[in-house]
């Protein structure tokens, strides 16, 4: 399983995301396209590549 858990920017709501499953990353409740990976605790500057 690769779901993970990523924050709605729109409308601050949990998303579960598959992204094996799901190529296009939206919120299932406001349709926003800028989803934050939620991290446990600890707030880190992620480096994306
Ligand atoms: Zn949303």
Do not use: S
């Not at 920017?9 to 990353?25: A, Q």
């Amino acid at each position: 399983m690769t779901e993970e858990t990523y924050i709605c920017v729109g409308c601050r709501k949990d998303v579960r995301i598959d992204i094996n499953r799901i190529k296009k990353i939206i919120c299932p409740f406001c349709g926003y396209r800028i989803l934050k990976k939620k991290r446990a605790a600890i707030t880190k500057k992620v480096v994306v590549e």
